[in-house]
């Protein structure tokens, strides 16, 4: 810990008493080194477990919970029909609100380019915007046939097969139309078609 060393034997008198002020202020740092290093190590795990607890399956359901069955409980019960009206909706919303930020956020930016330059990349940048939107207007109707397939007790059963598409599927795709075989088929014979 001496910053400096003895010049000279002359000097080696001075040398002594720093040093020996220098090992006090080591011995005195010491004891508050050591808690300093054992401290950080319990708070280090807490925050892995705080975010294994935050980050569930809920993230796909909008808001909402995933679906607990009773035993016996019939497929598609009233309930269950509630259920997926329910993530349907809160989707819908998200999908709604996304749509009218960018709307008004183009019309708030469309007038503030005068360069011609700033504007054909601000055009770019519309027309990519454009196209997300488009997306999601086009679910948004596929969320509202969805529904309506709810209303007619005509949700939850292949398209192809008629089989149970299933709860947890169904909550990882609200508006799927084909049970997990059928979906992996179509797409098997998809890529085959493109090769
Ligand atoms: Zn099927």
């Known amino acids: 810990m001496a910053t400096k060393k003895a010049p000279s034997k002359a000097a080696s008198k001075s040398a002594k008493t720093t040093k020996a002020a220098a090992t006090k202020i080591a011995k005195k740092s010491a004891p508050s080194k050591a808690a300093a290093s054992k401290k950080p190590n319990p708070k280090k ?29 019939d497929y598609m019960s009233d309930k269950q029909k509630d259920h997926f009206r329910e993530i349907l909706m809160a989707w819908k919303g998200e999908l709604m609100e996304e749509v009218d930020r960018t709307m008004s956020h183009m019309k708030d930016e469309a007038a503030n380019f005068p360069d011609p330059a700033d504007r054909a990349t601000q055009e770019e940048e519309f027309s990519l915007e454009l196209r997300t939107r488009d997306r999601e207007r086009k679910l948004i109707k596929k969320i509202d046939s969805t529904l309506e397939l709810i209303e007619h007790d005509d949700y939850g059963w292949c398209d192809q097969c008629g089989v149970e598409i299933g709860i947890r599927r169904l909550e990882a795709r609200p508006t799927a139309t084909l049970c997990i075989d059928c979906k992996t088929l179509d797409e098997i014979k998809e890529k085959l078609t493109t090769i």
């Open 45 to 73: 795990a807490a925050p892995t477990r705080a975010k294994r607890a935050a980050s569930g399956p809920s993230l796909s359901l909008h808001g909402i919970q995933p679906y607990e069955s009773k035993k016996n409980e």
